[in-house]
């Protein structure tokens, strides 16, 4: 915020719709699946577009390790670090109100030993305000025992950012009855091990739909089809702010890079042609104040 932003009395923030009064928890999640009510997701990272997410009525926000790429410039998930989630899911929790709070375990927090990656899912919690914490693959004794410590967990399978160097890239999961059927077993055992949801990333339709039908806990889909309890999409995919084509499976909604460029472009054109700012754009001394300091100088300038 600018240090000249002075927030005045009566100009309040934008009212919440009343869609945004209930907070959304893992259990209300699962009601929607079992009244059939899509359940809607974005990433997000920082305080302001988390706000924007959330005031929209979004359920589920989700700090991704996608961050590592869309907000810091990695080439993968890899590299980010528990101390750079936390530090970008404290950013998220402070500005929501309403959807939950999720965050991304990322890569290497919870690939040793399952009491370590408790340990760190509890940091989530403690120091970050995390309501749930999302773990990729079929890691059932981590989830089952994440759900023993209080801690709601969303499952990822199919396509895990994270096993990106095993996988080769990155590529669409499932797709012969050997893996389709390892993925729906995967699926029931995080399931029956107290997973609260599961993201199934880049997967057939048909499977998606198939998973979807026999879990109890909602799925939510991205690049998985229509068929899932929910969606989800990365935040900056939405908005043309990745600087790269996007996959199949992105619908784009606006052009926000366009918007930004723009905008600051029109910024320096008016400070190069001094249109940036104007008198009405300035503070002014008081009157008083005014008239004596011009009195000054003229007296300076008489006897100069
Ligand atoms: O990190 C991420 O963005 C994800 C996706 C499921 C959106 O894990």
New binding site residues.
């Given amino acids: 915020m600018s240090l000249t932003n002075f927030p005045y009395e009566g100009k309040a923030a934008a009212a919440p719709t009343s869609r945004l009064t209930t907070k959304v928890s893992m259990p209300a999640l699962q009601g929607m699946k079992r009244e059939g009510k899509p359940i809607t997701a974005l ?1 997000a990272y920082d305080y302001a577009t988390s706000r924007l997410v959330d005031e929209a009525g979004i359920d589920m926000i ?1 700090v ?3 961050l590592a790429m869309v907000v810091l410039g990695h080439d993968n ?1 890899l590299a980010v670090t528990v101390d750079e989630m936390l530090h970008h899911t404290r950013a998220v929790r402070r500005a929501v109100r309403r959807a939950l709070v999720v965050a ?1 375990m990322p890569f290497g927090s919870y690939h040793g030993t399952v009491a370590e990656g408790v340990a760190n899912a509890v940091r989530f919690v403690k120091e970050a305000g995390a309501e749930a914490v ?1 773990v990729e693959g079929p890691r059932v004794e981590l989830v089952r025992a994440l759900t023993d410590a209080e801690i709601p967990v969303v499952g ?1 399978l199919g396509l895990t ?1 994270q096993s990106v160097l095993r996988m080769g890239g990155y590529k669409v999961q499932a797709k012969t009855v050997e893996t389709l059927t390892q993925l729906r077993a995967d699926a029931l055992a995080l399931a029956e091990a107290g997973a609260g949801a599961i ?1 199934l ?1 880049g997967v057939p339709r048909e499977v998606a739909a198939a998973v979807t039908a026999e879990l109890e806990i909602p799925t939510i889909g ?1 690049g998985a089809g229509p068929d899932c309890d929910g969606q ?3 935040f900056h995919d939405i908005l043309n702010m990745t600087f790269a084509p996007h996959a199949k499976f992105v619908r784009q909604y606006a052009d926000a890079a366009a918007l930004i460029r723009e905008a600051v472009e029109h910024y320096r054109e008016d400070v190069e042609h001094r249109a940036f700012p104007t008198d009405e754009e300035s503070y002014h001394l008081p009157a008083a104040v005014r008239d004596a300091t011009n009195a000054l100088v003229a007296i300076s300038e008489r006897s100069a």
């Fill in positions: 990433t989700l991704g390790d996608s998930t991304d999302k990822h950012p993201v990333e991205i989800i999409l990365v």
